[in-house]
């Protein structure tokens, strides 16, 4: 697999642009490699008007620049040197195929099991939506594989004694570094720096390591974005109506009585007795407790509501978001189906429906030995997701939940887990079960199809409510097969055939559906690229929709504009600017 992909990656992967995002990216890049700075004038030196911020650049102190943290840039220079955009693409391949040897690893260490490790690596790479962004040119690629070499770094931190605090700084190192490619990486840390406090032996040498070097891998992030937006701060985008992300690091003060109240709680599990407690019938009690407590308290309801409405939302059916209905950016379809920015968007249940396997790793949090490895598998995902559901924010212009795949990996990891607990018993029928598995998928597809006239083959499946029963009928048998041992003998039948379609779905989804689509328009986009490179070099080109007209904004003379219908009257002055300057203006 890793093999393939590199090949792909390397010569067969069209090099278009998917979203406004690569168009920053791709110009941040060639500013880099070209001229070592990050400024792209885009001429608003010298004509200030508005529309030449595009969406995503920023006005710093020394002109626009990217608002995108810039250590992507530094990272990916020498590829775009060797080989421009396919280069850039080939980066992300060869993070990708890290973030696969590196699943395989983590696997290993958490669960001592080859065979599973094997499985959670092909689970990771054929059967969730990392292919999309193996062939991309956005930095999801490398970000994840920095957030899977702090993970594995972490969990050696408790294992190798004789190193822990080598393994505690490339942890936090990994964290403050991707930081500088993705900002939400930070969100890693404090999961990590909890669970090795809780599970070393000796946390004290690990963790001083381990915020040292994040604190280092921050510093530089903080001094990038200081050179672009003259504020020194890892998080920031560069916008004054961000509020925190704007903020010097003193800003973030305000935070610190939560961060006591996290360490305080960590603190406490290292106690027997507390984890004895959290994991027991003491445990539900508390739970119980805290959800009547805040459902009295109606601020603390409307929050927890919100949040809750925000995760099932994003996780399960993105048809229950607060602004479905208001969005300007979502269209319902001959009340059928939705489209999220143009796409059929998924939720991350659409995408792995093979996502209710989760529930073994829920079981095996409070009953397992391996107690600890589930609970990073848990916990880490969770943490990621949070902040997303409080504002129901699905990622804008992607196929899918992008930014939950940093934890990808542990998720095909607890896939795995639920797989090797169903599967114990190799018997021959197990394998015959393939076929019925093919079956059922090919014909769950055909179904659903059938009852569309405007969704292809696979599309219909995922975006109209055929992955959330699948995955419904996963969890119902996952949960019999759990609270009812006696019958296992006859419930792994319909569970391994479940468990093997909910995968093969996944498979189409991933690569018939988002890599299937990915591919087209970016393929689409790169003809368009070399069909409009005959615009002159000192052209004004004004255009809605700007994917094929990049390079625009890698020559110096040249100036591109979006396009906005309510600002006429200042786009008309600016186009009259530039024919009276003796250059000619494109309108798209």
């Known amino acids: 697999m890793a093999a393939t992909w590199l090949i792909y990656g390397a010569f067969f992967a069209p090099a278009g642009l998917f979203t406004d995002d690569e168009i920053i ?8 490699a070209t001229a070592g700075s990050f400024i792209i004038q885009n001429g608003y030196d010298i004509n200030h008007a508005e529309s030449l911020r595009l969406v995503t650049l920023r006005a710093g102190p020394h002109g626009l620049v ?20 396919q280069g850039i693409i080939f980066l992300n391949t060869l993070a990708s195929v890290l973030t696969l040897w590196l699943t395989y690893k983590i696997a290993c260490a958490l669960f001592d099991d080859k065979r599973l490790a094997v499985n959670a690596a092909l689970i990771f790479g054929l059967a969730t939506f ?11 690629a490398t970000s994840n594989g920095f957030v899977a070499a702090a993970i594995y770094a972490a969990i050696l931190s408790i294992k190798d004694g004789g190193r822990v605090w080598l393994w505690g700084a490339l942890a936090g190192v990994m964290i403050g570094l991707g930081v500088a490619i993705r900002a939400e990486v930070i969100m890693v840390a404090p999961v990590l720096f909890i669970w090795v406090f809780v599970n070393a032996r000796y946390p004290g040498r690990t963790l001083a390591a381990f915020l040292f070097a994040l604190a280092a891998g921050l510093a530089v992030a903080a001094w990038l974005n200081y050179l672009k937006f003259g504020v ?5 985008y560069g916008a004054e109506s961000e509020g925190v992300s704007n903020r010097t690091l003193g800003g973030y003060v305000v935070y610190a009585p939560y961060g006591l109240l996290v360490a305080a709680f960590a603190m406490s599990l290292r106690w027997k007795r507390m984890q004895q407690w959290v994991t027991g019938n003491w445990g539900w009690v508390m739970l119980v407790l805290g959800i009547v407590i805040a459902a009295s308290i109606p601020t603390a309801r409307d929050i927890a509501l919100k949040i809750l409405n925000g995760l099932y939302a994003l996780v399960v059916d993105l048809r229950h978001l607060s602004y479905i209905d208001t969005h300007p950016r979502i269209d319902h379809v001959d009340n059928e189906f939705y489209r999220y920015y143009g796409m059929l968007k998924k939720s991350l249940l659409e995408s792995l429906p093979w996502l209710s396997l989760t529930v073994f ?29 409080a504002y129901e924010w699905i990622g804008g212009r992607a196929n899918n939940m992008r930014y939950v795949s940093p934890v990808l990996p ?33 014909g769950l597809l055909y179904a659903f199809s059938a009852r569309s006239a405007q969704l292809g083959f696979a599309d219909a499946f995922f975006v109209t409510g055929g992955a959330q029963w699948m995955a419904l009928a ?20 319909p569970v391994v055939v479940a468990t093997q379609a ?17 591919r087209y328009v970016r393929s689409m986009v790169a003809q368009q690229t070399q069909s409009t490179r005959y615009i002159e070099p000192n052209a004004h080109v004004f255009a809605p929709g700007y994917f094929a007209l990049y390079f625009q904004l890698l020559r110096p003379e040249a100036t591109l504009a979006f396009h906005d219908p309510r600002n006429i009257a200042q786009d008309i002055e600016f186009m009259n600017i530039a024919l009276a300057q003796g250059r000619p203006v494109y309108i798209a």
């Open 25 to 32: 990216y791709a110009a941040m890049i060639d500013r880099f």
């Open 66 to 85: 990217p608002q995108y943290p810039s250590g992507f840039g530094i990272i990916a220079a020498p590829f775009y040197l060797l080989g421009g955009l």
């Open 130 to 140: 990392a292919a999309d962004y193996a062939f991309a040119i956005w930095p999801h």
């Open 232 to 236: 020194f701060n890892p998080l920031t």
């Open 361 to 389: 790793a829920i079981v095996g949090l409070f009953k397992s030995r391996q107690r600890s490895a589930f609970a990073l598998c848990l916990l880490l995902p969770l943490a990621l997701f949070m902040p997303y559901a």
């Open 410 to 442: 542990l998720l095909a990891i607890m896939a795995s887990c639920a797989w090797s607990t169903i599967s114990k018993d190799r018997n021959v029928w197990l394998y015959r079960t393939a076929l019925a598995s093919v079956l059922l998928t090919s």
């Open 474 to 493: 996963l969890l119902l048998l996952s949960i019999a097969w759990i609270v009812l041992p006696a019958s296992r003998r006859w419930l792994q039948l």
């Open 502 to 518: 909910c995968f093969m779905l996944a498979f189409v989804s991933a690569y018939a559906g988002d890599a299937s689509m990915t």
